[in-house]
Every structure is written in C-alpha cells, then in structure tokens.
C-alpha cells in the first residue's frame, strides 16, 4: 500500500492531511470544523477528487468540533464523489461530532465507521469488523443508495420502539406520531388533512 503523505494544510484551530492508502484517499481532519477553517478540508476534499480519487476516508478521530459550514463541506465532497462513481466515507467520528450528523440526519448518507482501517478495509474487500455489527450484516458493502447510510458503531441501538432506557425518545403526539414530521416540497396543507 502507498503510504505517503500527500499534503498537509494547517490554520491554528484545524490540521488537514491527506495520504494515499491503495486505490482511496485519507483525509485526516484534526481541530475544530467551522465557518472560519471549512476551506482548509473542502480544498484537499476537491484536490483528491481532481487527482482521480473518488472513494475519500475523512478520519475524524481528531476532530473535535463541527458546525453546519463543515458539515456542508462534507456533504458537497460526497455529491462530487458520487457522481464519480466513488463515495466519502467517515472514519472514527468523536460522541460530540457524531451527535451533529445525528442530529441533522446526516449520517443515513455517509457510510460510518469505527475505524479507519475498517473504511480501507471494505475498500480492499477485506472484513475488519470486530464489533460483530458489521456492515456485511448491515448490506451496505454493495455501494447501494446514498440515502442509505450505515454505522458500524456496536452502540448502535436497533430499538424501533424507543424502549431502551438509554434511548431518546421521539417527540409524541396523543396519537402516537411523530409531531415534527419529515415533508417534502410538495407536501402541504394535503398532507395535513390526510393525517
């Protein structure tokens, strides 16, 4: 496997390097992800993608903090790769970096994992899943649908009812739906007379 460094950029609160690992690009991203050092990832994210790489693994282990700015970095990065047939995968995110993807549902697009060696690892066809919630079981090794994202985290809670005690409850209505229901554009006054 090539190994070296491509490049590095660095601006006080966000270090950003990129190695080449076989046939996928590692983007390293340590700091804060913001409004004021976006551009320091967003640039290397479009240099990997000039460079013919279309399968990028952002390693987030290091990365401490990211607002909606970074979080749109990383989401243009995955519609370029797509279109090239390629895909960005996120390695290694931080409890308070995961709970932002959570949070605005990004992370049902990115394919997710615990580690950066498990993110090359699916690349090369190998399985490095210790977790034993891998994404073979998951069925997200076939570069299915974007809106189809996985995790890889063991944390992962597979309790549609919302009972577990460490779970977060969903906002109910009486009625038991959700009050704050996912609309399309089209969608309107109609939508609310049907329900």
């Not at 994210?45 to 990211?66: I, M, P, Q, Y």
């Not at 605005?104 to 066809?125: Q, R």
Request: glycine fraction near 14%; include cysteine; aromatic fraction near 2%.
């Amino acid at each position: 496997m090539d190994r070296g460094t491509v490049g590095s950029a660095q601006s006080g609160r966000l270090l950003v390097e990129v190695r080449e690992e076989g046939s996928s690009a590692v983007v390293t991203a340590a700091g804060e992800l913001d409004h004021h050092t976006a551009e320091l990832l967003s640039e290397p994210l479009d240099e990997c993608l000039a460079k013919g790489f279309s399968r990028l693994v952002v390693d987030c282990t290091r990365l401490d903090f990211c607002d909606s700015t970074g979080l749109n970095v990383l989401l243009g990065a995955r519609l370029k790769a797509e279109a090239a047939g390629g895909g960005v995968h996120l390695a290694g995110m931080q409890p308070v970096v995961a709970r932002v993807f959570e949070i605005t549902g990004a992370e049902l697009v990115f394919t997710v994992h615990d580690t950066v060696e498990s993110a090359l690892a699916e690349d090369s066809g190998e399985t490095d899943d210790t977790s034993g919630a891998g994404e073979a079981a998951a069925g997200s090794g076939t570069g299915s649908a974007p809106s189809a994202g996985t995790r890889e985290s063991p944390g992962e809670r597979e309790d549609p009812g919302g009972t577990a005690p460490d779970s977060p409850q969903e906002p109910q209505s009486s009625g038991g739906r959700r009050t704050s229901a996912p609309r399309t554009a089209g969608e309107g006054a109609e939508a609310d007379e049907a329900r």
